[in-house]
């Protein structure tokens, strides 16, 4: 099984708004034809891998005519970037990206969008707005319709996404595009139109990219009469996020209802950060996540599926009442931890979340070393539901 001989990473985005091309394994440049090579083994490596090829027409992801050529055409790290961007964009899937970027890619949805757009009949409605955000400053609300992207009728706009890449949209594909479109590019400021209550309003936003945050500690504490909130500041990846954790748990008390809130979770994390959060919830050895690797049974014609268990952390348990709160902003380890929290019986509630399918494997082209991040194992909750198709309770969000 040497394709699988990777490291399983749950996604992690840098904190640098335009990444760079990486360099070849070797430190020499690449040849073009080596380059052209690596081109070819894109598209190989997303149909030996990618867990969900049933999405794909024909269960396999074909290459339009003119991107081929562009892969065939393929003479610098920059061209071969940019080719790669764009086959992995056929998948219209959020969870699968390059490893690294351009300064004028696409931003990354959802870590670095404030809009979460959804196709609802023949419009694009603003679903959800993130919280302290350009788009949450500039009070679009949710309710009110993209209508229009850099000027062009939104509609229009996501035909040429599509008809650009030599495919079609339609569905979540859609969805998808416009998603991306709103979020903009890496490098430029966005003007979006949108039919409001007060009318059609056009508004020049910053991508988030280049807006400076200020520097969060791991987690966020909030007390009130009756309600004790630890908020997680997109710090699933980070290893310091468990001992800030800890202490916040230490101040809890079971008297007062303890909330978990997800909201800021998009950019995915590590199971280790996982499993320590959920350690402090259940006294005996208990499954939380379900894994299934399509990728072997292709190769061997032997299905492979296992649940994995969160034991209890020494000296650790609370046993006050737990909410959970997600949102379109709860993605990936995120999501990972709302479906292991539902396993051990306690309330998620919310409203949809981020829907980013399954774990991320890395894989390096040969010539360049470029990574392409490529959702392989499929996850679902211990009771057979995938991941991305969970449903929270309804109830409060953190997310305005």
Do not use: C
């Amino acid at each position: 099984m040497s394709r699988l001989a990777v490291a399983l990473v749950l996604l992690a985005l840098a904190n640098s708004p335009a990444l760079s091309a990486p360099a070849s394994p070797n430190g020499a440049s690449p040849t073009a034809d080596e380059l052209r090579a690596d081109a070819k083994q894109v598209p190989k490596l997303i149909n030996d891998n990618y867990a969900y090829l049933e999405r794909l027409p024909g269960g396999h992801l074909t290459i339009p005519p003119h991107l081929a050529d562009e892969g065939n055409r393929v003479s610098s790290m920059r061209e071969l970037l940019r080719y790669s961007e764009r086959v992995m964009a056929l998948l219209a899937d959020h969870h699968a990206i390059t490893g690294s970027s351009l300064h004028d890619s696409w931003a990354i949805v959802p870590s670095y969008a404030d809009l979460w757009i959804t196709k609802a009949g023949a419009s694009y409605v603003v679903e959800q707005v993130r919280d302290a955000s350009p788009a949450a400053r500039a009070q679009i609300r949710a309710g009110d319709t993209l209508v229009a992207v850099e000027g062009v009728p939104i509609k229009r706009a996501v035909a040429d996404f599509w008809s650009d890449l030599g495919a079609t949209g339609g569905a979540e594909r859609d969805d998808y595009a416009a998603r991306l479109l709103a979020a903009g590019r890496r490098d430029r400021p966005r003007t979006l139109t949108f039919l409001t209550r007060a009318g059609v309003r056009s508004f020049t936003l910053p991508n988030l990219y280049s807006v400076a945050e200020p520097t969060k500690p791991p987690v966020s504490v909030v007390s009130t009469r009756g309600e004790y909130r630890i908020r997680f500041n997109d710090s699933l990846g980070d290893q310091s996020t468990i001992a800030a954790f800890d202490q916040a748990m230490g101040a809890a008390t079971d008297h007062k209802r303890l909330v978990i809130d997800l909201g800021d979770t998009p950019s995915g994390g590590n199971t280790s950060v996982a499993r320590a959060i959920l350690g402090w919830f259940v006294q005996r050895p208990s499954f939380y996540q379900m894994h299934n690797l399509p990728v072997e049974e292709r190769q061997t014609g032997i299905a492979r599926q296992w649940v994995e268990q969160v034991l209890p952390r020494q000296g650790k348990y609370y046993k006050g009442p737990v909410t959970i709160r997600v949102n379109r902003w709860t993605g990936s380890m995120g999501e990972g931890l709302a479906i292991g929290f539902h396993a051990i019986g306690k309330r998620v509630e919310g409203t949809h979340m981020a829907g980013l399918r399954g774990a991320v494997y890395d894989y390096a082209l040969p010539a360049s070393g470029l990574t392409l991040k490529i959702p392989t194992e499929k996850l679902y909750t211990v009771g057979g539901i995938p991941r991305e198709d969970f449903v929270p309770a309804p109830g409060k969000s953190e997310q305005r």
